[in-house]
């Protein structure tokens, strides 16, 4: 079957920012302070045109029209972590994983990350922190999900699921246009 242009687009448009909102840096300084301090940053956003919105079933926060944080549901509550514009933005040193070429395709549709993929991790990664995964390689990040197991473990995996993956180069979140 051929779908036009015009229909394609309509899709895409469908999936839209909801509810967005400009607020002020006092009226979100806990929710910054939250999403600086899961990735281990100190950011400072107070010169920032800082929006909050709603997506697909989860806030977000959007610094200078990009959703760099989004709120997500934990095993041990709701926690704000960076989008993976958010890690190109803000580059943090915590909470990684970093895997081999192989998986790359893999995590690029939206799979959950394998243990057998990963080659590095953050050592202090405990299951249930939320984490974002990077090309071995290049540095570059990949996905952003949920640990299943500590950071040590994932290095040691030869078979299983280390991450569950919530948000990937190439889902909806990424190709939002603001």
Do not use: Y
Request: hydrophobic share 40%; proline share 4%; with cysteine.
């Amino acid at each position: 079957m051929f779908f036009s242009g015009t229909q394609s687009q309509r899709c895409v448009s469908e999936k839209r920012l909801r509810r967005r909102t400009p607020v002020r840096h006092k009226h979100v300084r806990e929710v910054i302070s939250r999403l600086g301090e899961s990735v281990g940053l100190d950011l400072d956003l107070a010169e920032s045109f800082l929006e909050k919105a709603h997506f697909e079933g989860r806030d977000l926060i959007l610094v200078d029209r990009m959703p760099l944080g989004m709120h997500v549901e934990t095993g041990d509550g709701r926690s704000w972590f960076p989008t993976l514009r958010g890690v190109i933005a803000w580059q943090p040193e915590r909470c990684w994983a970093a895997v081999d070429h192989g998986a790359i395709p893999f995590l690029m549709n939206g799979a959950d990350c394998m243990g057998a993929g990963i080659h590095l991790a953050d050592p202090s990664l405990e299951a249930g922190d939320l984490v974002w995964i990077r090309d071995e390689e290049h540095g570059k990040p990949l996905a952003i999900g949920v640990a299943l197991v500590s950071g040590d473990e994932m290095t040691e995996m030869t078979n299983g699921k280390a991450v569950n993956t919530l948000h990937w180069v190439g889902d909806d979140l990424w190709e939002l246009e603001t």
